[in-house]
């Protein structure tokens, strides 16, 4: 039971680190020797920028002014709104912007890559841009995108979404505003190396010859449509200046349960493009891929495994009493930032930090309890809150 326990501790330390540490490490000394950077021009070939809604009622119109306003050759941009069912006053708002160009697509409640697949098969632009209905572009994001498409090696192009903390928000807010500005980073960093691992469904584009519509209903789609970029042999890269602003969920009920609906179909995901993880074929991606999206989502087991083992070695000694020790004052910490995430100090980083990455663990066991299950989820249901600029 000893061996077993020892065996169990360090490999439980190993790989939080090797994922925490390690690989952004190992990420940034192959960016640095590749250093592949994307050979940029301005050009402006045709966009579809197609937007999926289903009762966007409260952004729909927002996001339409938005899009109508963008600094892009008015002649070389189709913007399309696929309604996946909607049953609120979504289409009717969009009628009110056809006029001005806007196609709106009707269509039955099938789910949201039923209806990105209907779109992308009406769209008429060189570059598919996909975009959240809550989403609101920088003027200047759809020229950011385009250029990167001057090099004949891009076929993705990932855009910066930086995120809004609404008034009166929990302390997850904050936490993960925390998260998303290391994964862009690290994005930045993957750029280098050839590709990131994935795009992020508020703003990215495609060559629309890339397009490849996912097998799968129950899997997450920007990740699905993106890493389809990789695997026909092309880059995914990242643009930071191509900005797109959304508001974070406020409440820590609702990110809990857009997280685990996000890493539910994310698992399905890594099973539909499990091809990318042969190196012999995609290389240093294959790796990056395991490490970003795989290990990272296990990493609450070897959380549950690290504190059992370090519990029944504390009396073996110090090493692993401190270890029991420390992890226990830091679920301590985080269990704490929970009672207090709608208070001052709730805000402090040392309560919601680890608050958050509790909280982001918890739902990445929850998601892997769903996918053992069987466990499938096809139609959405967007949580949305209003940005405004």
Not at 308 to 334: D, E, P, V
């Amino acid at each position: 039971m000893h061996v077993v326990a020892l065996t169990v501790f360090w490999l439980a330390v190993a790989a939080p680190v090797l994922v925490y540490a390690g690989f952004p490490l190992l990420v940034v000394i192959i960016g640095r020797l590749r250093n592949r950077r994307v050979r940029k021009a301005p050009i402006t070939p045709s966009v579809s920028l197609i937007i999926v809604a289903y009762n966007e009622e409260r952004n729909i119109a927002e996001r339409l002014e938005n899009a109508l306003a963008l600094d892009y050759p008015p002649e070389a941009l189709e913007i399309i709104v696929a309604s996946d069912g909607s049953d609120d006053a979504t289409e009717s708002i969009v009628r009110r912007y056809v006029p001005h160009g806007v196609r709106l697509m009707s269509l039955p409640r099938r789910g949201k890559i039923h209806t990105l697949n209907a779109a992308v098969l009406h769209a008429t632009g060189q570059i598919l841009v996909f975009s959240d209905a809550n989403s609101i572009y920088d003027r200047q994001a759809l020229r950011a995108l385009a250029r990167n498409f001057a090099d004949p090696e891009v076929g993705g192009v990932a855009g910066n979404t930086a995120y809004r903390i609404p008034a009166g928000s929990e302390s997850s807010v904050r936490g993960e505003s925390l998260y998303w500005s290391y994964d862009k980073w690290l994005k930045q960093m993957e750029s280098l190396t050839g590709s990131i691992v994935s795009a992020h469904g508020a703003i990215y584009a495609i060559r629309r010859e890339l397009y490849r519509p996912p097998e799968d209903s129950a899997v997450t789609d920007d990740f699905a449509i993106s890493t389809a970029v990789v695997e026909q042999g092309r880059r995914l890269v990242f643009e930071s200046e191509a900005v797109a602003y959304e508001l974070a969920v406020p409440d820590v009920g609702g990110e809990f349960r857009r997280k685990v609906r996000l890493m539910t179909r994310g698992f399905r995901g890594l099973l539909l493009r499990k091809r990318l993880f042969d190196p012999f074929q995609y290389g240093f991606y294959s790796l990056v891929l395991l490490s970003h999206k795989a290990l990272r989502r296990l990493v609450p087991c070897f959380l549950l495994a690290l504190f059992a083992a370090s519990i029944l070695l504390s009396a073996r000694g110090k090493l692993y009493l401190f270890a029991a020790f420390a992890q226990a004052l830091f679920y301590g910490l985080g269990g704490t930032g929970y009672l207090l995430r709608g208070t001052a100090w709730g805000q402090k980083k040392y309560f919601y930090v680890p608050f958050f990455f509790c909280m982001a663990n918890g739902a990445a066991l929850v998601a892997m309890v769903k996918l053992v299950s069987g466990k499938r989820i096809e139609l959405w249901q967007p949580q949305r809150h209003t940005v405004r600029t």
